[in-house]
């Protein structure tokens, strides 16, 4: 199994999802990723962006839901994923940095 401590690696505390940051992440880990996205880009548009992230690093995933901001200017989509190693996290997060629309991910 593969640890990954964000402490020292050179990633910020603060690049981590808040259930990850400050503890060592034991690999495999599977958790609730939420994907803030621009509302003004079509829902199945902005979900097939994200899925096609997983489906690259080959990563099981499974939609859980969206949510609407309570202005409509922003759109939450909730996966649950499972990341196997420290590099595929890595990738994932720098993947998803290059989705158009997307605010962030926590």
């Known amino acids: 199994m593969n640890e990954y401590s964000p402490n020292g690696s050179g990633k910020r505390e603060s690049q981590l999802p808040m259930s990850m940051q400050g503890k060592k992440v034991k690999f495999p880990v599977t958790y609730m990723l939420k994907a803030v ?52 996290f890595e990738k994932l997060y720098a993947m998803l940095r290059q989705v158009e629309g997307l605010k962030y991910a926590l």
């Open 37 to 88: 996205m621009d509302a003004t880009i079509d829902d199945d548009v902005n979900r097939e962006h994200l899925v096609a992230v997983f489906k690259n690093l080959n990563m099981n995933y499974l939609y859980s839901g969206k949510k609407i901001s309570s202005r409509g200017k922003y759109v939450s989509f909730t996966f649950k994923i499972t990341v196997v190693n420290k590099i595929q």
